[in-house]
């Protein structure tokens, strides 16, 4: 069977805690809930999750939907988004099933990434890392104000932004991320091909922008 990986990988860095980390604990249950409602997502749709603040870790290996469980976020330093950037490469790689003679690999992965403010570590290291695998629709989210959407822009042309990072605004986002893996699985599932870009996944609701420039 061929996986749709999606990672999502979190700022957990100080300047989300309270009412930003619950919302994303919120919308990661959430997430996982709505997925397990559609059939084509049961059957494809493999999830991970990775944080990073002073340094990275995986949360969850990728693991098939049914059996999926949202970690305990924690914040924990400042916002290393290079070493996050380094860390889900290096996952990506591991886990994610390349093509055989024998045998197709996995879809290419999907990946979230949301981050509430400027990285503090040397991230074009990581991001170097990061260009170097293959990946299907890469989408950042800027939450927030403290966001730099500049250096987000460096990593995907698919940056959305929040106005604030309060918990409507974040549990919007993972609203659209449920839907958007839905809609990319039942593609899958149904006709074969994957989305392959922004444009071909459901558009983003009131209140989260697309960033153009």
Same mark, same amino acid.
């Given at each position: 069977?061929?996986?749709?990986?999606?990672?999502?990988?979190?700022?957990?860095?100080?300047?989300?805690?309270?009412?930003?980390?619950?919302? *994303?604990?919120?919308?990661?249950?959430?997430?996982?809930?709505?997925?397990?409602? =559609?059939?084509? &997502?049961? !059957?494809? &749709?493999?999830?991970?999750?990775?944080? %990073?603040?002073? =340094? &990275?870790?995986?949360?969850? !290996?990728?693991?098939?939907?049914?059996?999926?469980? &949202?970690?305990?976020?924690?914040?924990?330093?400042?916002?290393?988004? #290079?070493?996050?950037?380094?860390?889900?490469?290096?996952?990506?790689?591991?886990? *994610?099933?390349?093509?055989?003679?024998?045998?197709?690999?996995?879809?290419?992965?999907?990946?979230?990434?949301?981050?509430?403010?400027?990285?503090?570590?040397?991230?074009?290291?990581?991001?170097?890392? %990061?260009?170097?695998?293959?990946? #299907?629709?890469? *989408?950042?989210?800027?939450?927030?104000? #403290?966001?730099?959407?500049?250096?987000?822009?460096?990593?995907?042309?698919?940056?959305?932004?929040?106005?604030?990072?309060?918990?409507?605004?974040?549990? !919007?986002? %993972?609203?659209?991320?449920?839907?958007?893996?839905?809609?990319?699985?039942?593609?899958?599932?149904?006709?074969?091909?994957?989305?392959? =870009? %922004? #444009? !071909?996944?459901?558009?983003?609701?009131?209140?989260?922008?697309? *960033?153009?420039?």
């Amino acid at each position: 069977m061929r996986r749709l990986p999606v990672y999502l990988l979190i700022d957990v860095s100080y300047s989300m805690k309270g009412a930003p980390l619950n919302a *994303v604990q919120s919308g990661v249950e959430k997430l996982a809930t709505e997925l397990r409602r =559609n059939p084509h &997502a049961l !059957e494809t &749709a493999y999830l991970s999750v990775l944080t %990073f603040a002073d =340094n &990275a870790k995986v949360d969850v !290996e990728l693991t098939e939907l049914p059996m999926f469980q &949202a970690p305990i976020f924690e914040t924990r330093g400042l916002t290393a988004l #290079g070493k996050g950037l380094k860390e889900l490469s290096a996952r990506i790689s591991q886990e *994610v099933r390349k093509s055989t003679q024998e045998q197709k690999g996995d879809w290419k992965p999907l990946v979230f990434i949301m981050t509430d403010g400027a990285p503090t570590d040397n991230w074009k290291v990581g991001l170097k890392e %990061f260009q170097s695998i293959k990946t #299907g629709v890469v *989408v950042a989210c800027a939450a927030g104000k #403290g966001a730099d959407t500049t250096v987000l822009k460096e990593i995907t042309p698919n940056v959305v932004k929040l106005a604030t990072a309060d918990e409507d605004s974040i549990g !919007e986002f %993972f609203k659209w991320v449920s839907a958007s893996v839905g809609i990319s699985s039942t593609k899958v599932e149904s006709s074969g091909k994957e989305a392959d =870009n %922004f #444009g !071909e996944l459901p558009p983003p609701p009131k209140g989260i922008d697309l *960033v153009k420039h």
